[in-house]
């Protein structure tokens, strides 16, 4: 009984109107059990940056709010010399050398990806202007190059006498 009044329930009008307002994504349970395990922190380039730094005797705070931006955060952000650091997916933040674009749902997945990199640019222009140092770095990027850019960043930022 209950099986047939759920049944009922998904084929009403109101029902199929709803649905037809939006975009219906069409994924397969295998790509959405991956993408929900997908990182969004801690990921292998941005701890391997990390332990470079930390070596060298930088210290920085993780996964930092933004200032003026509640729901934004750095991956790496040295609050004492107003750097910021973000080591972006290629996926995610539209790389022009490894990025790739899904088969299904293409121009959701087109969308999406737009206003990631929108947001992206967003957030640098924002920071910028307030007086932060942003350091985007591709997570294909060498670690070395990507420590010595920080590292340079930090150096010629206000106050580098300090490593905080």
């Known amino acids: 009984m209950d099986m047939d009044r759920a049944v009922s329930r998904s084929t009403a009008p109101s029902a199929q109107a709803h649905a037809g307002s939006r975009p219906v994504l ?13 990182a969004r922190r ?5 701890i391997e940056l990390r332990r470079r730094l930390h070596r060298l005797g930088y210290r920085y705070r993780v996964n930092h709010p933004l200032p003026g931006m509640p729901r934004r955060r750095a991956d790496l952000t040295f609050t004492a010399k107003r ?3 973000f080591v972006d997916g290629c996926f995610w933040h539209g790389c022009p050398e490894h990025g790739t674009s899904p088969r299904n749902n293409g121009a959701w997945w087109a969308e999406k990806l ?4 929108e947001r992206d640019r967003e957030t640098d222009a924002r920071l910028s202007a307030i007086g932060w140092i942003v350091i985007r770095i591709w997570e294909h990027e060498d670690s070395d190059a990507a420590t010595s850019r920080v590292v340079g960043a930090l150096t010629m930022a206000a106050g580098s006498g300090d490593c905080t």
């Open 26 to 38: 069409t994924t397969s349970s295998q790509t959405s059990s991956r993408m929900s395990r997908q």
């Open 42 to 46: 801690d990921t292998k380039p941005e």
């Open 83 to 85: 750097v910021v650091v």
């Open 114 to 117: 737009r206003k990631n990199v």
